[in-house]
Structures are given as structure tokens and as C-alpha cells.
């Protein structure tokens, strides 16, 4: 029997390479993660819709931390990329994701239309 499959309205990416754990990544990942799963945002909580995992380098070194974020959008896959991003920032793109609002612009570094 294959795995369950659990739809998603979005996978938020936040690096974990070695520039970017030096300026708080693995916090940022942490918090995230619990804020997803108080507010029941986490794809398999009842209700929530969102993907968080970790990632490699994202090729932004200097700029991290970097989160990167793909949606469905009209057919293909929406790219968010994002620099510097703190808690309030990644707080706020999970919310979007979730609500299928537009993608928050500060820090993004991706153009708006892809
Ligand atoms: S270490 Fe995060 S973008 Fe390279």
C-alpha cells in the first residue's frame, strides 16, 4: 500500500546550510515549526495546509536566512524566494500560503509573477 497522500496549498523551505545557520537559521526553522503546529497550519493537522521542511543550501549565502516557498497557481507552481528572513516574516508568508493570499514582497528577491 503506498503512503497517504496529504494535499498542500504550499511547502515553505527553510535553509539549513552553513551561512545560514550562522545567522539563525535553525531558530527560524524551530519557531516556524511550532507556530505551524500551535496554530494547526501543518498539513496533517485538521484544517491545515502547509509543508515545512528543512533544506540545503538555497545559493543566497550571504543574504540568509533564505526560505523558499512553492505554491499550485493557475495550473503550475508559484516560487517565493526570500532573504533575511526573521519569525515575523516567516510567520507572515505561512499565512499567505495558507489563506492562498498574495505572497508578502518584503525580502523577496524571486519576481512576483513566477
Ligand atoms: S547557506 Fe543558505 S543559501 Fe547558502
Same mark, same amino acid.
Given at each position: 500500500m503506498p503512503p497517504k497522500y496529504f494535499p498542500t496549498r504550499g511547502h515553505l523551505l527553510v535553509c539549513q546550510g552553513n !551561512?545560514?545557520?550562522?545567522?539563525?537559521?535553525? *531558530?527560524l526553522y524551530q519557531a516556524l515549526w511550532k507556530h505551524l503546529e500551535r496554530e494547526g497550519l501543518s498539513y496533517y493537522k485538521q484544517g491545515g495546509s502547509l509543508r515545512l521542511t528543512?533544506?540545503?543550501c538555497l545559493g543566497a549565502? !550571504?543574504? %540568509? $536566512?533564505? *526560505?523558499?516557498?512553492?505554491? $499550485?497557481? %493557475?495550473? %503550475? *507552481?508559484?516560487?517565493?524566494w526570500y532573504a533575511g528572513v526573521d519569525f515575523p516574516l516567516a510567520r507572515r508568508i505561512a499565512q499567505a500560503v495558507h489563506e492562498e493570499a498574495p505572497l508578502p514582497s518584503e525580502h523577496r528577491y524571486s519576481p512576483e509573477a513566477r
Open positions: !551561512s545560514c545557520q550562522a545567522r539563525g537559521s535553525a *531558530l528543512t533544506s540545503g549565502c !550571504s543574504y %540568509g $536566512p533564505t *526560505l523558499c516557498v512553492y505554491r $499550485p497557481q %493557475g495550473g %503550475g *507552481l508559484q516560487e517565493g
